[in-house]
């Protein structure tokens, strides 16, 4: 089975009230799950990453444990640095990312095949808005 995440995270104030959100969608575009979370203060980037990981261990209660390693999962997201850092191109500086980083990996391993692209925010909507709904419940 395939599926497609859009995920988006965001911080009011740079650090700030954090929020993160995604879409989880299968292959005939059908809304399977959706994630909103609070983060507390947190940096943009941060949340970025938490809403990847959020959504991937969504997916992993949805799939039975045996299907995980046939599941390719492609993660769309407005944040190009993250997109690059998770394909490599970019390195991951700091400490608490790189820590965001070696988590998302352990989950993007369950997995048959995981993929990561950048797309327009115009594109990203869905997610944005349940980013935003999770820093309005902070505030």
């Known amino acids: 089975m395939n599926y497609i995440i859009n995920t988006d995270g965001g911080s009011r104030g740079n650090p700030g009230n954090a929020g993160a959100g995604a879409v989880i969608r299968d292959d005939t575009e059908n809304t399977v799950a959706t994630v909103s979370k609070f983060l507390g203060h947190r940096t943009n980037n941060f949340a970025e990453y938490e809403a990847i990981i959020l959504a991937l261990k ?33 390195r991951v500086k700091h400490p608490v990312l790189q820590l965001q980083k070696a988590n998302l990996k352990k989950l993007v391993a369950m ?28 505030e």
């Open 58 to 90: 969504e997916l992993a209660k949805l799939v039975p444990e045996n299907k995980l390693m046939q599941t390719k999962v492609l993660v769309k997201m407005d944040s190009e640095l993250v997109v690059k850092q998770m394909q490599g191109v970019y």
């Open 111 to 138: 997995f048959e095949e995981v993929s990561f692209t950048h797309i327009p925010r115009a594109q990203n909507k869905d997610a944005d808005l349940l980013a935003n709904e999770a820093m309005d419940r902070g």
